[in-house]
């Protein structure tokens, strides 16, 4: 996808050097907006090969979907996305049990403040009033993150508020990202976020429109540079296509990793990108 590569080259043609928590450094810019029109194809990059991350993302989009925090549901799937930020160091400092993540995506989208189910209140909402403006969803919540200089959470939310709107016979999804790995963790993002709007269309009987992404702090890592400027050599090819089985359409807590299927993907070989720990 052209948009992700004019990213990529914003954040080395513009970039400041800051400092992070992994004490990698990072090249950062600020306030950026990307268009992704689902007709148009699915927005999978191309520009390397994410087949055997599929799997993965697909896994975790279910795992966050379902409510859970706790990365023993994501290993019944085998994938152990979040293990390098399961331990004692981690977690276990913050008074949680070996598993557990404490209050982030899927306890914020389903249990907001211990009793919101947020992302059924949305459908439902849109199902009554289609045209309301009120289909947000937050991720961020201050009082579950760090209260007084004090964390209350390894790893915030980085994606931190969606909203869901209905123009014409199509959902749209705006993602509002305060902080995003444009390396490692946006092509995941963008593709997790543009199932959820094809699966949240088909709940309402409607055409996935267009995924809205506004990313606050782009960066890219300095151990990433290297893998960037080879992936910037590439051009993208066509968009994949993504369908959802049939059998469950219109459920959209009743998935497998398996009813997601990829069509026509032919990107060009992997490179490994280094993830910021």
Same mark, same amino acid.
């Given at each position: 996808?052209?948009?992700?590569?004019?990213?990529?080259? !914003?954040?080395?043609?513009?970039?400041?050097?800051?400092?992070?928590?992994?004490?990698?450094?990072?090249?950062?810019?600020?306030?950026?907006?990307?268009?992704?029109?689902?007709?148009?194809?699915?927005?999978?990059?191309?520009?390397?090969?994410?087949?055997?991350?599929?799997?993965?993302?697909?896994?975790?989009?279910?795992?966050?979907?379902?409510?859970?925090?706790?990365?023993?549901?994501?290993?019944?799937?085998?994938?152990?996305?979040?293990?390098?930020?399961?331990?004692?160091?981690?977690?276990?400092?913050?008074?949680?049990?070996?598993?557990?993540?404490?209050?982030?995506?899927?306890?914020?989208?389903?249990?907001?403040?211990?009793?919101?189910?947020?992302?059924?209140?949305?459908?439902?909402?849109?199902?009554?009033?289609?045209?309301?403006?009120?289909?947000?969803?937050?991720?961020?919540?201050?009082?579950?993150?760090?209260?007084?200089?004090?964390?209350?959470?390894?790893?915030?939310?980085?994606?931190?508020?969606?909203?869901?709107?209905?123009?014409?016979?199509?959902?749209?999804?705006?993602?509002?990202?305060?902080?995003?790995?444009?390396?490692?963790?946006?092509?995941?993002?963008?593709?997790?976020?543009?199932?959820?709007?094809?699966?949240?269309?088909?709940?309402?009987?409607?055409?996935?429109?267009?995924?809205?992404?506004?990313?606050? !702090?782009?960066?890219?890592?300095? !151990?990433?540079?290297?893998?960037?400027?080879?992936?910037?050599?590439?051009?993208?090819?066509?968009?994949?296509?993504?369908?959802?089985?049939?059998?469950?359409?219109? !459920?959209?807590?009743?998935?497998?990793?398996?009813?997601?299927?990829?069509?026509?993907?032919?990107?060009?070989?992997?490179?490994?990108?280094?993830?910021?720990?």
């Amino acid at each position: 996808m052209i948009e992700y590569l004019n990213l990529l080259e !914003d954040v080395l043609t513009h970039g400041k050097s800051r400092s992070d928590p992994q004490g990698v450094g990072n090249y950062s810019i600020f306030g950026r907006q990307v268009h992704y029109h689902l007709k148009d194809g699915f927005p999978l990059i191309t520009t390397r090969d994410m087949t055997k991350q599929w799997r993965v993302l697909v896994g975790e989009l279910l795992w966050i979907l379902s409510g859970s925090t706790n990365t023993n549901d994501l290993h019944r799937n085998g994938i152990k996305l979040w293990d390098q930020w399961d331990t004692l160091e981690t977690s276990g400092k913050l008074g949680f049990p070996k598993g557990e993540l404490g209050p982030t995506y899927g306890h914020q989208l389903r249990n907001f403040n211990g009793r919101i189910d947020q992302l059924t209140q949305v459908i439902n909402m849109l199902k009554l009033r289609p045209d309301t403006r009120r289909g947000i969803i937050s991720y961020w919540n201050l009082e579950e993150v760090e209260i007084d200089g004090q964390e209350k959470i390894f790893i915030a939310p980085c994606i931190a508020m969606l909203h869901l709107s209905k123009q014409d016979d199509e959902l749209n999804l705006h993602m509002f990202q305060r902080a995003a790995d444009l390396a490692a963790g946006v092509p995941f993002d963008v593709a997790q976020y543009a199932l959820l709007l094809m699966m949240a269309a088909n709940e309402l009987k409607l055409k996935p429109g267009t995924l809205v992404h506004t990313l606050s !702090d782009a960066h890219i890592y300095k !151990d990433q540079i290297p893998a960037v400027k080879q992936l910037l050599q590439r051009q993208p090819k066509p968009r994949p296509l993504v369908t959802i089985k049939d059998s469950l359409s219109g !459920d959209l807590f009743n998935h497998q990793i398996e009813d997601f299927n990829l069509h026509n993907y032919d990107p060009h070989p992997p490179i490994k990108i280094p993830v910021a720990t």
